[in-house]
């Protein structure tokens, strides 16, 4: 497809040259909100880590583009990634999100400066700035990570299980701010994700990708997020 | 005070030695904020006893074909090769199986450590001048340093600082988030082996001037205390090199005064102040605890 941001051809994802998932075929297009949803240990990141980059295809192809210029990726990882020695602010954290734009040797302009503390207010954190990231709650540090993830200007925001670990008003926050920020600047968004009533209740998320025994099941929220296929892959998942 | 004034006066005579020790307390804790970052912080143990073993094989190798150099820049042109080939082999080397992910690299770095110092040890019973030569580095006596060798150190210490200045954020990202920098299209393995090559070029030229403790110790114990009163990867690296300049010049004072080896004095001192730092977090952290008890 021509609009594809994202196109998997015949792909195989693993680790160690070992294929955790195969025979990937699969686009994201402009747009589009796609949710990544199935049991634990399925395979869900390792989809996301493949359309950023970090895991390359053992085979097949993974497309990605907007014509002659590359995709930019809004990547929001899982909070424990991040290395965490010596605490960082919630500025500087966020400031990482323009090291993409901005060239090696090169400073970062105040204009980016400024952007970044844009970003931070869009998230409602403009406040929290000084702070230690670390010092801040699940969802406030999620938060952080979506800013930082806006910082990078994105054509694509990737967010892997952003509700993970946080209480149920922070996560009603989070989703509350990716609806707006799909539903005022279109953005194209991933989302890995297990909390199935959160994407229920989302009205941005406009298909559902099921990673099911390495296969992939997609179609419209409603349909895929139903009580029956939703009870079926759950059996899968305890059976 | 008076001592201070007497080594800070431009014609002390052990004036490079204190130099030295100033040039190495700014830059190796500058470059040992990224080890404590990366959790590397036995690779900061381990590789200056590999560049010491380094030296020893140098020095052997060079008294075995062409006899024993002269107390000159030969000597310490052959140190630094011998330090600099062993200790950027012993970096790619792990670098390389760290990226095939094979065994645990804190497995590895210890083993490294146990034989290299076996293999100094080893290697300068062999020879009695290399041996003295060695044990002067081992007991970080920091007496004299030529004018060349001081150079050496102060131009290639000025590349380090200045690579650091230059890609401070890049090298940030990929220590603090990895992930995230492939996201951004870094290319990762790039400015990963930049800053092992930082590594390995800081520890091989300084273990030459003041020993594998001593350099250990400025690597280390700075950027630990630093990063106890500072917020942000930036202001820790500032502060942990000027907690590494005070602490090369007061200890070179105390030493001078006290007629101590000076890299011993340097490392207890940083290791003092890290406890009065410590201490005294601890009483501010249990003071309102016991107020309200």
């Not at chain 1, 020695?85 to 302009?109: D, I, K, N, Q, S």
């Not at chain 2, 500058?30 to 094989?57: C, E």
Request: glycine letters at 10%; hydrophobic letters at 55%; a neutral charge.
């Amino acid at each position: 497809m021509a609009d594809a941001l994202i196109s998997f051809r015949d792909v195989a994802l693993g680790y160690d040259s070992v294929p955790v998932l195969e025979g990937l075929t699969l686009d994201v297009h402009l747009g589009d909100f796609l949710a990544l949803v199935g049991p634990n240990g399925c395979g869900k990141s390792t989809i996301l880590k493949g359309m950023v980059g970090i895991l390359e295809p053992l085979r097949g192809n993974i497309g990605r583009g907007m014509g002659e210029r590359p995709v930019r990726f809004g990547y929001v990882p899982q909070r424990e990634t991040i290395e965490m020695v010596f605490p960082l602010t919630v500025f500087e954290v966020a400031l990482m999100g323009t090291y993409g734009r901005v060239g090696p040797g090169r400073f970062v302009a105040h204009a980016e400066r400024e952007r970044v503390r844009a970003c931070l207010g869009d998230v409602g954190l403009a406040d929290l700035q000084r702070k230690p990231f670390p010092a801040l709650s699940g969802g406030q540090r999620q938060r952080v990570l979506i800013a930082r993830a806006l910082a990078a200007e994105p054509d694509l925001l990737l967010l892997d299980e952003p509700l993970s670990g946080i209480d149920l008003r922070a996560a009603q926050t989070i989703m509350e701010l990716i609806t707006k920020l799909h539903r005022n600047r279109g953005l194209t968004t991933v989302m890995v994700s297990h909390h199935l009533k959160a994407l229920r209740e989302c009205e941005a998320v406009q298909e559902v990708m099921w990673v099911y025994e390495g296969k992939l099941l997609r179609g419209p929220a409603a349909t895929m997020l139903a009580p029956d296929i939703v009870f079926r892959m759950m059996d899968a998942e305890i059976g | 005070m008076e001592t201070l004034l007497e080594i800070l006066n431009p014609h002390f005579l052990l004036r490079n030695a204190l130099y030295g020790g100033l040039i190495i307390g700014i830059v190796a804790p500058l470059v040992g904020v990224f080890l404590l970052a990366r959790r590397m912080v036995f690779l900061g143990v381990a590789l200056p006893q590999v560049s010491t073993a380094g030296i020893a094989a140098a020095f052997i190798w060079h008294a075995f074909f062409h006899g024993h150099p002269d107390r000159d820049i030969n000597d310490f042109a052959i140190a630094l090769v011998g330090s600099s080939l062993l200790t950027f082999g012993v970096i790619v080397i792990l670098a390389l199986l760290e990226r095939r992910k094979r065994g645990i690299l804190e497995g590895r770095v210890a083993m490294l450590y146990a034989v290299a110092g076996a293999a100094t040890i080893l290697l300068v019973a062999s020879d009695r001048i290399t041996e003295i030569g060695i044990l002067g580095l081992l007991k970080g006596e920091i007496i004299a340093i030529p004018d060349t060798e001081l150079l050496i150190l102060l131009l290639g210490y000025g590349a380090i600082l200045a690579v650091l200045a230059v890609f401070h954020k890049e090298l940030v990202l990929v220590t603090v988030d990895r992930e995230m920098a492939i996201s951004l299209g870094k290319h990762v393995v790039v400015w990963d082996l930049l800053l092992f090559g930082v590594i390995g070029v800081t520890i091989s030229l300084g273990v030459l001037v003041v020993g594998p403790l001593v350099m250990f110790g400025f690597l280390i114990v700075p950027p630990m205390i630093a990063g106890r009163l500072a917020l942000g990867m930036r202001n820790v690296s500032v502060m942990a090199a000027m907690l590494g300049a005070g602490v090369a010049l007061v200890g070179f004072a105390a030493a001078y005064r006290l007629d101590w080896p000076t890299g011993p004095t340097d490392v207890a001192l940083a290791g003092a102040v890290l406890a009065v730092v410590t201490a005294a977090q601890a009483v501010r952290f249990l003071m309102p605890r016991m107020a309200v008890k």
